[in-house]
């Protein structure tokens, strides 16, 4: 791997040792069932992992443990990466709102030239970095928050981007921001499994899936999940 230049965009992250110790404490190992190559640490109960967070981790407005789960667009981009190596061998890559950092490991996997894991939130990143040690893997990983941001080039050559059209206000820039990197000549991958605010035009179908997740998360055993690429608009 060559020499990593997101190292100078990388910003401190919040590094807490009760970070790690409640990832620990509350998940265990276990394999994504969509790509049982790689494992991670998920939870096995919600309620106890939402209650800890809530008491452990309120005073630091930290979100609540979605990298404790694997949600189905992350397991759809994850499983798609591992069967298309090529899509992310040699290239620059971002794992946006990785999670727990199950995308970037693929992208290891598929040796990918560079690659940055990013989430908002210090707890997943701590997530990530744990489940890539597991995996015997090296992600670089930063907390900064990318939406709204801009650059005169491109900065990646293949962003992913599962499971974030869940909410209005979030799915609206999000989506903004990643068609402003679209149109810089970024590839950017987005996996849904039908939320309501997930794109409806400018993208291409590349595959679909049945992804097994949690019935006491997601009120079902499947989630028939798209995964797209984002087209640039003419605007």
């Not at 910003?11 to 790689?38: H, K, N, S, W, Y």
Request: net charge negative; aromatic share 8%; hydrophobic share 45%.
């Amino acid at each position: 791997m060559s020499e990593n230049v997101f190292a100078d965009a990388l910003v401190p992250d919040v590094d807490d040792p009760q970070f790690a110790d409640l990832i620990e404490t509350f998940t265990v190992p276990a394999r994504v069932p969509l790509a049982p190559e790689i494992e991670m640490y998920l939870a096995t109960h919600i309620t106890p992992l939402w209650q800890a967070t809530e008491d452990i981790l309120g005073v630091l407005d930290i979100p609540p443990p979605y990298w404790a789960f694997a949600w189905p667009g992350g397991q759809a981009i994850t499983r798609y990466i591992l069967d298309h190596p090529e899509l992310v061998r040699g290239k620059r890559v971002l794992d946006f709102a990785c999670g727990g950092g199950m995308q970037a490991i693929a992208c290891v996997r598929s040796d990918a030239a560079e690659i940055l894991a990013n989430d908002i939130d210090p707890v997943a990143i701590t997530a990530t970095r744990l489940n890539a040690k597991h995996n015997g893997a090296e992600v670089p990983t930063t907390t900064e928050n990318l939406v709204g941001t801009s650059a005169p080039q491109k900065r990646w050559d293949v962003i992913f981007a599962g499971d974030v059209c869940y909410q209005q206000d979030m799915a609206n820039a999000v989506l903004q921001w990643l068609m402003a990197e679209a149109r810089l000549g970024t590839k950017v991958i987005l996996a849904d499994p039908g939320r309501t605010y997930a794109p409806t035009h400018n993208i291409d179908e590349l595959e679909t899936y049945d992804v097994p997740v949690d019935v006491a998360v997601e009120d079902t055993d499947t989630k028939f999940t798209r995964i797209w690429q984002l087209l640039p608009d003419r605007d």
